[in-house]
């Protein structure tokens, strides 16, 4: 196959709904569900009933306004998401009226406009079809040219090609690290072995964030796309999504896709008529946050306790059952596609100078917009907050943003004007994470805020080294003890003591990082602390 | 291929077992199907007891310490049976500043059980998540598996009082 015979097929799939003029778009992303998408979706097809084909009712992934679910969206049959005439907060009984207006003036009661900043400021690239195709519909996706980029990998390009534009592209991990994506692809590339296995890291355990289930359970074939021309580029002939079992709905939709992208000869042995063969899986983790670490991640795979090993040597060298190993993040692999259709050079253009593209973050905590938005890389944390999350609800002050989750600090108003990429963001004690962003206002008490990241970490360390186990043990013990104000001078000496040595000598990233909500909460909000604490100083 | 050892049979005439065994055979025998056993053993019967435990091992030719090792890492496998109901608090960030402290407080108070415990007429079991990923209507609960959303103390009473 190549890209006309693809290209052909797409304008075939596309003139067997030429009838349809208008959609109704349903988010049907878990959040929606949960404030009850799917009654609405019912009575919004039995509205619309059989008619006179021009008009369709149809589910779709994530709006990214999640705050304000069940989203409905009406739209011509190729509008983006900003074009279309969006509701909010839609229960079934606005059906009807949601029907009778697609074509004449929207109902206004329900209307939640879409030239706001919050969706106006936004650059859609890896959630350029979430929100408007049907994620379970393989013909869809293929209609908006899903696929192309892998047939154009396999006909025209080398797989050295492949990593010249992924190199080019400046694209950098998106699972928080930010290590350049074309370096990792180039080492398990050079590495000689007859087996490589390519594992997307879709366990998202950073409380607080929700963008990779929200681009699995959106646009699927994206990622399966993305690993697919990894695994050409680097020599991998199966591959493994790694996904948390909270997610069923995400895992279900990935288990579709996969179905039909091998029922349709993308996925599976000689793909598009070619040498490549490629295999995917899914695995289901089981609630152990530590399982987001790599090589605890490949044990898990394994069948084994998730725990991290020593690293040398990388996964790129040794990983799953000691072959060479390429492990992304979801949001990584959701990249690879448009930077193939369009070129390294064009992805390199977007963001600042270090961090490349755009960004998907997912608003959250005491913000009046809650969701998801991709933005440039670059933009300031004043514009995320202020402008497109819309500020702090109920007339209160601004107080911090909690960016990495567990790994990552708070960061005060002072510091709301610096750009977000991961070298600013890591300069001032934080780091960009995965992108959760959870904002605190006047009330939020930083010191439990410290004390509840401890707790995680206790209660997620995996035991194996001493540092972490004991260390964020006696670290929670003495946070406890502060945030009651019954710690003493002594014990706030302690405390950072002890950030060192955890951070110092822990043996993964989890240990490593888990003082950092400590040392960030002292950095900026030290006078919280002392106030607490009693005794001579 | 190693040889084979010769399959247990399985545990009791109960048909979901036939499920555990297909998962088992999907994945060859392999020891790397722990994992993927385990969770088709608790979709099925809700727990993980000690003769489930004992089949697996025996199944994928794993030492039953490595299996009970495996089972007790990961959060999300239970070897105690749990309530007809079950009420899952999600504590992750977003929920916590939204106030999920009070939601578990408010069910301690109320049913007199911790997070982790069963109410004595096993009518509920009470347990809190990392994050269920629902951060834009947190706080967020999820009842028998339905996922809600911005609760607030009464509503969830309310509603755990309202089953059955």
Sequence with gaps: MNLDDLAEKAEEFRAAEAGVEREVRVCMAASCQSSGALPVLEALTKACGEGDGTCRVKGVGCMGLCSAGPLVAVADRDCDLQGSVLYRDVSPSDAADIMASVCGAPVERLRCPTDLPFFARQQRIVLENSGVIDPDSFKGYVAVGGYSALIQALSEMTPADVLEEITASGLRGRGGGGYPTGLKWSTVAKMPADQKYVICNADEGDPGAFMDRAILESDPHRVLEGMAIAAYAVGASKGYVYVRAEYPLAVERVQTAIRKAKRSGFMGNNIGETQFSFEVEVRLGAGAFVCGEETALMASIEGLRGQPRPRPPYPAEAGLWGYPTLINNVETFANITPIIRNGGEWLASIGTETSKGTKVFALAGTIENTGLIEVPMGTTLRDIIEVIGGGIPDGKAFKAVQTGGPSGGCLPAEHLDIPVDYDSLKSLGTMMGSGGMIVMDETSDMVDVARYFMEFCMSESCGKCIPCRTGTQQMHCLLHAIARSQGTHKDLKLLEELCEVVQATSLCGLGQTAPNPVLSTLRYFRDEYERKLSGPT | ?164
């Design chain 2, 1 to 164: 291929m190693a040889t084979q050892q010769s399959r247990p049979p399985l545990p009791g005439s109960d048909k979901r077992w036939k499920l555990v065994n297909a998962t088992m055979r999907r994945n060859g025998y392999a020891g790397h199907a722990l994992i993927e056993t385990l969770h088709s053993i608790q979709d099925a019967f809700g727990f993980l007891d000690e003769a489930s435990l004992r089949f697996v091992a025996a199944s994928l030719d794993l030492p039953l310490s490595k299996v009970f090792g495996v089972a007790t890492f990961y959060h999300l496998f239970m070897l105690k049976p749990k309530g007809r109901h079950a009420c899952v608090v999600c504590t992750g960030t977003a929920c916590y500043i939204k106030g999920a402290g009070g939601l578990v407080e408010a069910i301690e108070g109320h049913f007199g059980v911790n997070p982790g415990e069963t109410t004595e007429d096993d009518r509920l079991s009470v347990l809190t998540a990392r994050c269920v990923g629902a951060c834009g209507l947190a706080p967020a609960v999820v009842v028998d598996g339905d996922l809600i959303g911005k609760q607030t103390g009464e509503d969830l009473i309310a509603k755990l009082e309202g089953l059955d």
